[in-house]
């Protein structure tokens, strides 16, 4: 069967884990070419605007995968467990979480033969237990003017996430405003009005260098009086330090508290699903910031890790909401736990 007719067959969520999982061939190759997954590395480190490097190298989850594939039937000792627990941390998961559900697996697995595919299922498990516990939708109150301000540091996605965000409410027929919080680059602004255009949707935007708090407080008060049911709020990634631009980010969470509290609020935090550890740094600085109540996990399409994802859920307790897949306006998917453990297998 070729893969169109295994695309129609499955739908649109076939279609999706379809593209994971080639995805996951092509990193597999890199796998076996060191230089470009330093490359990789590289790039997912600049785009992360790492404060800390990783300390780890990041190595595709599937590798794990892959060995305890191609050692299916043999008997599962320490040797094997120690193995699986290196490549573990390395595929991005990180020791708190890998530590515990390697303990696990060693008691269930004791005196019971197990082979790679027992631990393979285990482990499917797990992580679904890991993930299922966080994973829901965004929330949306009807009638209302709902909030959803993203946030993330510089290159993760967040104005092309909003982009394609606002088309998909839009097409169910919802009134979308965005807010071109982002008013450090003076690019950010014009790259949030191509995506207005290109969703078909309005935007309130002021002068390059205006005040980030000015502008989300004209937006707050146009969707309120013409009656928009989502207000899309883009902000900055990067300013001259850290600190300026939590403070930034706090003046603008201020004024949507003093102009908009009671309305329904989500404050998302855009990463990259290749970041690694220093994804957990990130949420961390950016929940101390804003509070956050949901994750969107980019680029997946070019990455088969993202395990930084079961820190999160685990330590923080923040649910991933959205996936991004693609650079297209419809590259944007609800986070489904189920299918993405299946594309990390
Ligand atoms: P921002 O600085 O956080 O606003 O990031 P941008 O929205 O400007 O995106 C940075 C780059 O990442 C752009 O080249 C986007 O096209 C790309 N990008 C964003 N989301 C995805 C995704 O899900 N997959 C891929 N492949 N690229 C993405
Ligand atoms: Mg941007």
Same mark, same amino acid.
């Given at each position: 069967?070729?893969?169109?007719n ?7 969520w ?12 092509k990193?597999?190759?890199q ?6 997954l ?6 997912? /480190? @600049? =785009?992360?605007?790492?404060?800390? !490097? *990783?300390?780890?190298q990041? %190595?595709?989850?599937?590798?794990? $995968? ?13 040797e ?28 269930e697995?004791?005196g ?6 027992d ?8 992580f ?12 949306f ?15 993760v ?8 965000l ?7 027929g919802k009134?979308?405003?965005? /807010? @071109? =919080?982002?008013?450090?680059?003076a !690019? *950010?602004?014009?790259?949030? %009005?191509?995506?207005?255009?290109? $969703? ?14 000015a502008v ?5 008060k146009?969707?309120?009086d013409?009656?928009y ?8 990634g990067?300013?001259?330090n ?6 930034e ?10 102009h ?14 290749s ?16 509070g ?11 990455t ?22 693609? %650079?297209?306006?419809d ?15």
């Amino acid at each position: 069967m070729s893969e169109d007719n295994i695309d129609k067959k499955k739908g649109f969520w076939g279609t999706t884990l379809t593209r994971l999982k080639s995805v996951l061939a092509k990193t597999k190759e890199q796998v076996q070419d060191p230089e470009e997954l330093a490359q990789g590395a590289e790039t997912a /480190a @600049a =785009g992360a605007e790492s404060q800390t !490097a *990783a300390a780890v190298q990041p %190595e595709p989850i599937k590798a794990a $995968a892959a060995t305890s594939v191609a050692t299916a039937h043999k008997p599962v000792d320490e040797e094997y467990i120690e193995a699986l627990e290196e490549r573990l941390i390395k595929a991005d998961l990180g020791l708190p979480t890998v530590e515990p559900l390697v303990e696990a697996l060693r008691q269930e697995a004791r005196g019971k033969n197990w082979t790679g595919k027992d631990v393979d299922d285990f482990l499917k498990k797990r992580f679904h237990d890991l993930l299922g516990k966080t994973a829901n939708a965004l929330s949306f109150k009807e009638g209302q003017v709902n909030i959803y301000m993203v946030v993330g540091v510089n290159g993760v996605g967040k104005t092309t996430s909003i982009g394609k965000l606002a088309a998909r409410l839009k097409s169910q027929g919802k009134r979308v405003l965005l /807010a @071109a =919080g982002d008013t450090f680059r003076a !690019a *950010a602004e014009s790259q949030l %009005e191509i995506w207005s255009e290109r $969703a078909g949707v309005d935007i309130v935007r002021l002068p390059d260098g205006s005040d980030p708090g000015a502008v989300v407080f004209q937006a707050v008060k146009k969707a309120r009086d013409e009656k928009y049911d989502v207000l899309l709020i883009d902000t900055a990634g990067r300013l001259h330090n850290k600190v300026n631009l939590m403070d930034e980010l706090k003046k603008i969470r201020g004024v949507i508290e003093k102009h908009a509290g009671d309305l329904p609020m989500e404050s998302l935090l855009v990463l990259d699903a290749s970041t690694g550890q220093n994804g957990l740094q990130q949420a961390k600085v950016f929940q101390e910031a804003t509070g956050l109540t949901g994750v969107i996990l980019t680029k997946l399409d070019g990455t088969a890790k993202g395990g930084v994802v079961f820190a999160i859920s685990r330590e923080l307790n923040i649910p991933v909401k959205l996936m991004g897949i693609g %650079e297209k306006l419809d590259d944007l998917r609800d986070f489904d736990p189920n299918l993405f453990v299946e594309a990390l297998f």
